[in-house]
């Protein structure tokens, strides 16, 4: 039976501040009551294009469904608003694949451009001898529209469209009750602004798709419909800073990306702020196709407070004063930062605990307290980065939950002292920067980084330094732009490979290497991919997954090496480092005349029995005459240490007297349930639902009123259990059966 997916929502891939802009602090949105009486929009898809014609005669035994768009680019197939119940019974049609309910989306020369080496393209010169700016080429981003009246922006505006109000004006969403926007303006900055500041690919045109209106709120539908538009304008680049948490690879948008590079057009997406944990990069971030991209650090002066024999890193909110205290200052508790909590800080550095106000809120009352400066620490587990949406001149800086309690602990004993030193640095990757790999089938995910901190660019009215994935996935959509005018014949596929084959593997604070799926092939270096003189493709290598039950176990993946120079070349495999149980079998050396290309095979030997882990990574390494071209790979043995359950939400059914919950497995579990406890005894209530052998993908049932425990609100532990992993999401549902 095809499911009718429901609940998902997507982020802008940015970590905005929490005030004004509150809409956009969306990781858990509040689930909205429903009539069930209401009608759905629903994405239909289908085997193959269909005519109007076709489509309506499909869609004519069902009188209250009305045709909406007609994909036949991103997608084959259309939408359609209806009655959930007619939605239902056209998902049973042979001539359909799928009814998937739309979903919700939220919107997620400067030091950062030189580090990627875009001062040194802009001296550069392609065959016609015209300088790399990205003049001539045009980058689509789908986002939530831009101020094309700044004046960075006027001169590269190339038109667009409003996928929310249905016209051709993509103008940001001005003042309505807080609701107004400024991501999509940053991120077409950071592309491509030619003023005062100065994208990546200055002189690109933009062509702006509003897929997401006040609050930064869209669909599906409106998304995809912005795909449709980008195709048929034939953009050479597209972006999308956008995302959610299901780590998955058979989401609407990853797919219709898939389509969109099959047809010639890059596509390039951030890869979610979920971070810093494995299989947290989101949809879609996960599109196989699209360039995936995580934040690094671009050069940055870093704070470091030393307290006894502690020393604690901290990291910089924007919008405040550089932290730089040329003195040791006493450290005072300050609560949640409300005034009345406030009245021991004078001269002091305050620490303050997150939550009930905003950052600002916080940091104003301090300053107004007397305070030197503010360290803001986590209420849950981790760091977290933000923002201050009004200058402030004081210092103000955020600590994990657990250095914060430290803190807390050690002020409640004695007075404590705090001195301040700062070290320089950069290429770091950022905590909040999802990782991979990608669940089921195993793909390396992020592809590459590029810096996503502090990064300055336009918004409506002026400039603002903003930061998350979403800033990062514009640098790299900037560079294929210049790729491109460098080389107008390369397929997206080469373009993802020059950007990934000469790529930086980036280190730790420790000098360690981060792992393959926490940052691709490593940050990208323009100059070095415009210039390369061979392409590997494809550019990452995930050799499946193997039973321990297995004897030895003999894996290929075909390699096609490409000589892109005027001049003849050799080209040499190195042996990877060893693993016990792992060995390899690499091509010999061979040659290769000018524009010539040829397909090798690479083998992995593997005995099972005598691995000690259950996911391996590593990078190929290929000489290239004097160039060192690196392939990332990663193995799975057995079932890896994935979240075997995520993205659960309940709410009201839309058939009177039910509710209903959605949960994404993405493995499918062998055994999978929601028990219920109550709040304040934890006693366990009983269960919500429970099944054995459940299917990977988005699992949505309907409850009658009849199968719910009384009114109230529950604890609801979700699990699901694989292969002898149990994971668990703990929610807060409430029941009312009586409306």
Known sequence: MKRIMLFLTITLCMMLPLSPIKALDLKHPPIPEQSPQEEKVAIVTLPKNHSKEQIESLISDYPDLKLRYIYQHALQGFSVKGSLASLSKLAESANVKMVSPVFTYKAEKAENISLIGGDDVRGMFDKGNKRLTGKGMTVGVIDTGIDYTHPDLRRNYAGGHDLVDGDDDPMETKSQAGQSTLHGTHVAGIIAANGKSKGVAPDAKVIAYRALGPGGSGTTEQVLAAIEEAVKDKVDVLNLSLGNSINGPDLPISLALNKVVEKGIVAVTSSGNSGPNMWTVGSPGTAAKAISVGASTPP?????????????????????????????????????????????????????????????????????????????????????????????????????????????????????????????????????????????????????????????????????????????????????????????????????????????????????????????????????????????????????????????????????????????????FKIPRNEKGIEWELPQSFTLKPKEKRKVEVKMMVDPHVLAKNLYDGYLELSAGSQQIRIPYLYVVEEPDYPRVMGFDFGLGDKEGTYRYEVYLPGGAEEFGIALFDPDSYQFVGFLDWKRKVGKGMLKEELSNQKLPKDGMYIAKVFARKAGKEDMLESNIIIVKKR
């Open 300 to 572: 940055m002066k870093i704070p470091y407070l030393t307290v006894k024999d502690l020393k604690i890193r901290l990291e910089p909110m924007l919008g405040a004063q550089f932290w730089n205290l040329d003195r040791s200052y006493q450290m005072a508790f300050g609560g949640l930062g409300k005034p009345e909590e406030l009245k021991k800080v004078k001269g002091k550095i305050a620490l303050i605990e997150r939550g009930e106000i905003t950052f600002t809120e916080k940091a104003k009352n301090a300053r107004e307290a007397g305070a030197e400066a503010v360290v803001i620490y986590n209420n849950t587990k981790g760091a977290f980065i933000g923002n201050i949406d009004q200058p402030i001149d004081i210092p103000v800086a955020t600590l994990s939950k657990k250095v914060g309690e430290k803190l807390k602990k050690l002020i409640s004993k004695e007075e404590i002292f705090i001195t301040t030193t700062i070290i320089e640095q950069k290429d770091l990757l950022a905590d909040f920067s999802s990782r991979g790999p990608v669940t089921s089938t195993w793909e390396i995910k992020p592809d590459v980084v590029a810096p996503g901190v502090a990064i300055n660019s336009t918004i409506p009215g002026g400039y603002l330094a903003l930061q998350g994935t979403s800033m990062a996935s514009p640098h790299v959509a900037g560079a294929c732009a210049l790729i491109k005018q460098a080389h107008p014949d390369w397929s997206p596929e080469q373009i993802k490979g020059a950007l990934m084959n000469t790529a930086l593997p980036i280190k730790d604070e420790k000098k360690r290497p981060y792992r393959t799926f926490e940052q691709g092939a490593g940050r990208i270096q323009i100059k070095d991919a415009i210039e390369t003189e061979s392409i590997a493709t494809p550019a990452s290598l995930q050799f499946g997954q193997f039973k321990l039950g297995e004897q030895l176990h003999v894996h290929k993946q075909n390699i096609e090496i490409e000589n892109v120079s005027e001049k003849r070349k050799t080209y040499s």
